[in-house]
């Protein structure tokens, strides 16, 4: 699982507490260690969001020594709270276990409880994790709360189940426009698969033209794997109606880059 925490200092918080402006005032002259003591006095008070922003800067923000032990508990207390982007990190430092013993068991309980209150992101990963046990319906289930959540990486993993009939009747209809919806607000993931899908008329009419579109799109958003399909259809020479393999080895050098195992070893063929 890809791990993205959330983040939510002081600049993007609500502006009209008084402890936000004052923060934001010393965070802008570069004293971390006042930020700290702002955000400490707000916990303190019983505002959660200042724990939670607390819990941010012991995970090492810049000027702040890292203390996740002291991150945790900060994190713990904003989501006793109910203020889920903490319980939503939370779940994510126990289903990681980089900082502390992984527990999955802590980290679905957490996980659930920022998705029953709408955070797509924490649906999503719930769905991840389904999946990876291989409870497709539940991923499924997951999955559509994400994406009814406005996460648009959960409405691309949707679409996955759908174009694959995992833990639902497969429906290409269905995953295009999932696809097409979270390719538009730039999930690279999304424009690459729909790029497939066009390529080998998965629901649509076959189009190479369109396909090397939206793998263009993916490989501009740093998803590797359209970097490397793009790649492909420049070998196969499906995209200006010629080989182009200059092309093909920029766009598998990139996707190497980028850390995809298959775009190293096309590279090294046309090498």
Request: include cysteine; hydrophobic fraction near 35%.
């Amino acid at each position: 699982m890809k791990k993205i925490y959330i983040l939510l200092m002081a600049t993007c918080m609500l502006l009209n507490a008084g402890y936000i402006k004052e923060s934001v005032e010393a965070h802008k002259k570069g004293d971390h260690k006042k930020v700290a003591n702002i955000y400490q006095k707000a916990c303190d008070d019983g505002k959660a969001s200042a724990c939670y922003n607390l819990g941010i800067l012991y995970m090492g923000s810049k000027g702040i020594k890292k203390d996740t032990k002291k991150a945790l508990k900060f994190y713990k207390e904003a989501c006793d709270a109910d203020f889920v982007s903490a319980c939503y990190n939370l779940a994510l430092v126990y289903s990681v276990g980089d900082v502390v013993k992984k527990d999955m068991k802590k980290a679905i309980k957490l996980y659930k409880k920022a998705c029953d209150k709408n955070d797509g992101s924490a649906c999503n990963n719930l769905g991840m994790l389904f999946k990876a046990d291989k409870d497709y319906k539940k991923a499924v289930d997951y999955y559509r709360m994400s994406c009814s959540s406005f996460d648009d990486v959960g409405c691309s993993n949707l679409a996955f189940m759908y174009a694959n009939g995992d833990g639902v009747k497969k429906n290409y209809k269905e995953a295009l426009k999932l696809y097409e919806k979270a390719c538009k607000r730039g999930v690279g993931m999304a424009c690459s698969n729909l790029g497939t899908m066009h390529e080998n008329a998965n629901g649509t009419g076959k189009d190479y033209k369109k396909a090397s579109v939206l793998y263009k799109k993916a490989c501009d958003a740093k998803y590797a794997r359209g970097c490397n399909n793009l790649g492909i259809l420049h070998v196969k020479g499906k995209v200006a109606k010629k080989i182009d393999l200059k092309k093909a080895k920029e766009l598998f050098k990139k996707a190497c880059d980028l850390g995809f195992k298959l775009g190293c070893e096309n590279l090294k063929l046309l090498k």
